[in-house]
């Protein structure tokens, strides 16, 4: 099976077409050609506008399996992830069970082996994600975890983070953790500020993050081992991390699209379906974390795919439960930060960075590689309804909305999705 | 009939400052209503009203439905303390299954700031908040500047300070956004982990002793410990935050002026308050207790020219 992509603009800065309009011939899966030439093949996209990237990865997805899949599914989220542009997804433990033995890796792997998006299953650090007793890390590894963490859970156990940190080390395990000191959140449900005090809501200080940020950074300079902040939300993380970084630590971190997007404001008509945690900050906030982007203290933009049933969310706000669905609007949304963060400074941030991170082979456009690349138009408009939406949840403030760029085809090798027209 | 700007009475926030005079005015002729010997007026007449308090209340509830009944509407009582919730039931719901029975307005206490919004959001009815959590109380606030200015006259320039557990309070951010647009200066005091590290970026001046919040002010409103709220220590002990943030009668003596002192109750004898305030010449409690009745039929006559 051959497909022929005609006049696309390549958007990867590790590829030698970087921002070139180029035909791009792809055969068996494999990158055959790069040119301006014309090419005879089985399938042709006229792709003039289109952007052509490497395939899109995610960090920070939950697809609910075993346990809740009534909200999400491997199937249903392995369908939306490839629709969405992604080529490689690292799901989070926090599922019922926890993934927390290697028979639920392997049940992750088989279930989504025929699926276009390869699942990279990321297992607890501690039984429940409790925090308390560590899992059995080393088999977990070889039964194919691609990282550790609690995921939606902080490792608020001092102990217990630095001896993860330290047995991780066997194989250079990556631990994720998401910075927050338990204490200072408890019974708050937004961003503490002048909205969360106007709105009558208990805050949840950014004090919190920064707390566990210094802990964590201050471990890890005893300990060694590798460490990643996943999600940090606030103008004070960036600055931590970017000093740390800058004296020589090993760490990396990310940061949620809906952080980039919105800020406490989002809050004030008590929308349920911006509840998330870290919470949504304020504006100096979201202009910290661009710049935090742009100038590589950040290393990744995840998606924070977090599906909730309309029982969890249709509900009075500190009753209601946190998250937002993520992956299929990521596109959009980046598109609609247009002024303030350019696709070249976000590209590598969902996708030859989260690689890296999770030292993953890089994925390029180039010829002889294999064909891992999503195809985006910018400029197509579409409904963000039932028809569309391909998770089995709505609990997103898009949803019922028209939103511009739209994933056209997702390739992984012989596997394409290509998007309904 | 005059109307208010909005369908709901959700907070004050929400309102104009023409909106709270016309509430004034009409409370006016309602006082008068019910001091006469026939207190009852035909106003709401066919009109249904639901209280659905989902949060223990007495006096609040009492003035409602007194205020409800002096107007002549039907009126139905939901109770439920705890959360609807708990019973497998969204507040949607409960509420959804009161108006199928044809009810006109709702009139709803509930823990969770910002419920009323919520409900406003998926239902048609009129909705008074009775209070939500934390967040806002608006007929309090109402009935407690209709107080002050009965007592002071206009709260142009006037100055007052609420005293004791903000952060717990819905009674704090209500009056607050009531007496700032009435014109009035507000001053907060009480224990430092009790008020909002943010409050003072809503104009008000913020203090810790009890002292300097007396003497600088012309109205008193002494805010009720909310142990009940509580879920974490915020201070010590009862025995320190009456010695030290608590209003009694050598306190009043020592100012070289008279001040006038509010507490929406119920009162916490000893503690923010001692009996000998709380019963002397300064106090108009029992007028708020009054007015609330007044100002609550004003409120519903008002929202009630928007039913259908």
Known sequence: ?421 | MSHLSSKHLLGIKDLTKEDIHLIFETADNFKDVINRPIKKVPSLRDITIANVFFENSTRTKLSFELAEKRLSADVINFSSSGSSVKKGETLLDTVNNILAMKVDMIVMRHSSPGAPHFLANHISANIVNAGDGTHEHPTQALLDAYSMRERVGDLEGKNVAIIGDIIHSRVALSNIFALQKLGANVMICGPATLIPKYLSSFGVKIVSDVREALAWCDIANVLRIQLERQQIKYFPSLREYSLYFGVNKQLLDSLNKEIVIMHPGPINRGVELTSDVADSHHSIILDQVENGVAVRMAVLYLLAGTVG
């Open chain 1, 1 to 421: 099976m051959s497909l022929f992509i005609r006049e696309v603009k390549v958007l990867d800065p590790q590829s030698p077409h970087h921002l070139k309009r180029v035909n791009v011939l792809i055969k068996e899966g494999v990158i055959t050609s790069i040119d301006n030439k014309e090419h005879q093949a089985d399938t042709t996209i006229e792709a003039k506008g289109q952007f052509l990237t490497p395939g899109l990865f995610d960090l920070k997805a939950n697809f609910c399996d075993p346990g809740f899949e009534h909200r999400e599914d491997i199937y249903s989220g392995c369908q939306l992830a490839a629709a969405s542009g992604y080529t490689g997804v690292a799901t989070l433990p926090n599922t019922a069970p926890v993934v927390q033995a290697k028979s639920h890796i392997e049940y992750l792997k088989s279930k989504s082996r025929d699926c276009l998006t390869d699942i990279y299953p990321m297992a607890a650090v501690t039984i429940d994600a409790l925090g308390e007793d560590l899992t059995e890390m080393i088999d977990l590894h070889e039964a194919g975890a691609i990282a550790f963490t609690d995921g939606n859970q902080p490792m608020w156990h001092t102990d217990i983070m630095l001896k993860s940190l330290i047995y991780l080390q066997k194989f250079d395990g990556l631990l994720i953790n998401l910075p927050e000191d338990k204490l200072l959140t408890r019974f708050g449900t937004m961003n503490e500020g002048i909205v969360s005090t106007g709105l009558g809501l208990k805050g949840m200080p950014a004090l919190a993050e920064h707390l566990m940020i210094k802990r964590d950074l201050d471990i890890l300079a005893y300990s060694g081992g590798r460490l990643h902040f996943s999600n940090i939300s606030s103008a004070e993380s960036v600055k931590l991390i970017k000093k740390a970084k800058k004296n020589g630590l090993k760490i990396t971190c990310d940061v949620s699209i809906h952080h980039l997007l919105h800020t406490d404001q989002a809050i004030v008509g008590y929308d349920a379906n911006y509840k998330i945690n870290p919470p949504l900050r304020e504006n100096r906030d979201r202009k910290a974390l661009l710049k935090g982007l742009k100038d590589g203290t950040i290393d990744a933009i995840v998606s924070a795919h977090s599906p909730q049933d309309e029982e969890s969310k249709k509900l009075e706000f500190d009753r209601a439960e946190d998250g937002i669905l993520g992956l299929q609007t990521m596109i959009p949304s980046l598109l609609s930060l247009d002024e303030e963060l350019d696709p070249s400074e976000w590209i590598d941030k969902i996708t030859s960075r989260p690689r890296a991170i999770l030292k993953l082979a890089p994925v390029t456009i180039a010829e002889s590689e294999k064909a891992n690349v999503t195809l985006i138009d910018p400029k197509k408009k579409w409904k963000y309804d039932q028809k569309s939406n391909l998770s089995k949840s709505v609990n997103s403030p898009y949803y019922g909305k028209e939103l511009t760029g739209q994933v056209s085809a997702t390739l992984n090798g012989e596997k394409i999705y290509q998007t309904p027209s």
